[in-house]
């Protein structure tokens, strides 16, 4: 596995800054410019952007999880000597748990748009996401410090 960590950091990084770079232009700049236009372009736009990003942001998801994984089991778990036992084992675990709250909420809008056809019951995710990515890459950066 110590062969393929710097990989899969790579992955993991470029991925992280796709996803995060999604959020924060879905939230902060396209919500601004939507108000400077008319509504209808802004959906328009909104929409043709979303038909992209439903592609793309997924499989991005999904590497972000199995590199995580694969760089997580160097630093916790059994082999690393626990869970909780240092503060960077800590620190990992909860932004293990951020992580997973992200996506198990893109499960949910997922399964809802293309298995249930029905509008998702969390409505928009991305501002809860964004919040909780940026949590994440404080605490990746923290973690090797504490």
Request: charged share 10%; proline share 4%.
């Amino acid at each position: 596995m110590q062969n393929l960590y710097p990989y899969a950091q790579i992955i993991h990084l470029f991925c992280a800054i796709i996803f995060v770079g999604y959020l924060f232009f879905d939230v902060i700049i396209l919500r601004a410019a939507s108000k400077k236009m008319p509504s209808e372009l802004a959906q328009k736009a909104k929409q043709a952007i979303g038909s992209v990003a439903i592609r793309i942001m997924p499989i991005c998801l999904l590497l972000l999880v199995l590199t995580g994984g694969m760089m997580m089991s160097s630093w916790v778990g059994s082999k690393a000597g626990g869970y909780f036992e240092t503060n960077l084992q800590i620190a990992f675990m909860i932004k293990f748990c951020l992580a997973m709250v992200i996506v198990a909420a893109v499960i949910v809008n997922l399964s809802c748009k293309f298995i249930f056809k029905r509008p998702s019951p969390l409505g928009n995710i991305h501002p809860i996401a964004l919040t909780l990515a940026v949590a994440i890459v404080l605490l990746a950066k923290v973690m090797f410090m504490v």
